[in-house]
């Protein structure tokens, strides 16, 4: 086994330990309304991205792909996925388009779900050729470009050059035949960041925040004497990054990840100006330790109740959901206070 695809275990199997934190999204609170005057049959939550169509408002975000393990992961996936229409990222295609044998552990979502929705990704290391080559791969219909500067830092074996991550971005934004979705992978996003996403043409992000899955923590585990254990509460979390993309809004779709473990963190979410909802490690955790079936059901769960709650809200649709007030806690809204006073309109 090469170095690459012990690490995908590695991250696999840390995943499936990980300790749960608090979540951030109970520092937004909806404001319920006693007459919600619409009723059940009225409310889609079908969802547009980029050229996209979603019908349901969810996806399975970026996880693996590249060892044997992490193959048969993506072919429970991508039945998963079918049975619930939902679509779903491949981890990261560097592996494959190193050592082409590995190239069925992703082609096998396309096999098993050949009209479904599916993400390649790759990394904004690579050059352009991969970014094609990884499309083509697996007939994508959107590319995920993952950000993780921190998880690279921790990595034992990470990079250190990220200088020209920028200028490859730009690269393949402007070369792509699909949409591409920059994310992040559980640091958040910042303005400053859309800011500089924007300036070369992107227009979908996911900013994959802090409270699900820490890769800095993952990569401690990794790292003999786990010494930059410190870094673990590094990043912005989902909700602060879902703020700070507040005015990007109109010109960029937003993705939120990171930490969503029920339908009401989506619906914060959706409420917070998100158009979709990725789910990684909580979809992992049911499929690894429970299976295929109970999978779909927790899905098909997932997805009723988030009608539920647009329901009790009031919100016949994505848009509606926008407008339902919130109150934050008083940290997001001292986050959002200091920033604003230091010239960041969120
Ligand atoms: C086991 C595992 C592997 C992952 N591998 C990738 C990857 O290869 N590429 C990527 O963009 N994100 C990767 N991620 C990050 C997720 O896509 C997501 O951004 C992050 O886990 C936060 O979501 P969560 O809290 O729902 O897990 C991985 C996550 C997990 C749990």
Do not use: C
Not at 15 to 37: C, G, K, M, T, Y
Not at 103 to 120: C, M
Not at 229 to 258: A, K, R
Not at 265 to 284: E, Y
């Amino acid at each position: 086994m090469t170095q690459r695809e012990q690490r995908k275990d590695d991250h696999i199997r840390l995943a499936l330990n990980h300790p749960e934190s608090p979540s951030s999204f109970d520092q937004i609170h909806l404001v319920h309304r006693s007459i919600p005057s619409i009723k059940q049959t009225d409310i889609s939550l079908h969802t547009h991205i980029s050229s996209l169509s979603f019908e349901h408002p969810i996806y399975i975000n970026a996880m693996t792909g590249g060892s044997k393990w992490a193959g048969e992961i993506n072919h429970k996936l991508a039945i998963v996925s079918r049975e619930t229409n939902i679509p779903m990222a491949v981890g990261s295609m560097h592996a494959a388009l190193k050592n082409p044998a590995l190239i069925p552990t992703y082609q096998v979502i396309r096999e098993v779900n050949p009209n479904g929705i599916v993400f390649a990704n790759i990394g904004a290391d690579v050059p352009l050729d991969f970014a094609q080559r990884a499309i083509d791969m697996i007939q994508a219909d959107a590319l995920q470009i993952h950000l993780n500067a921190p998880q690279e830092v921790v990595m034992p074996e990470g990079g250190r050059d990220f200088a020209d991550w920028l200028s490859n971005i730009e690269a393949v934004v402007r070369t792509s035949e699909v949409p591409v979705i920059i994310k992040e992978v559980g640091f958040g996003m910042s303005s400053e960041t859309l800011a500089q996403l924007k300036a070369i043409g992107v227009k979908a992000a996911d900013i994959s925040g802090r409270g699900g899955t820490n890769f800095v923590y993952i990569e401690n585990e990794r790292r003999p004497g786990k010494d930059q254990s410190y870094l673990n509460d590094w990043g912005q979390t989902t909700p602060v990054s879902l703020m700070e993309s507040m005015p990007f809004q109109h010109e960029m779709d937003i993705l939120s990840s990171g930490g969503i473990r029920t339908p009401l963190d989506a619906i914060k979410s959706f409420v917070l100006g998100a158009k979709a909802a990725g789910l990684s490690r909580t979809v992992l955790n049911e499929l690894e330790l429970k299976g295929v079936e109970p999978t779909i059901k927790m899905i098909e769960r997932f997805k009723a109740h988030l009608t539920d709650i647009a329901l009790i809200l009031g919100a016949k649709d994505m848009t509606a959901l926008r407008e339902v007030p919130y109150v934050l806690s008083p940290e997001l809204e001292s986050w959002q206070r200091q920033r604003k006073q230091r010239g960041r309109n969120l």
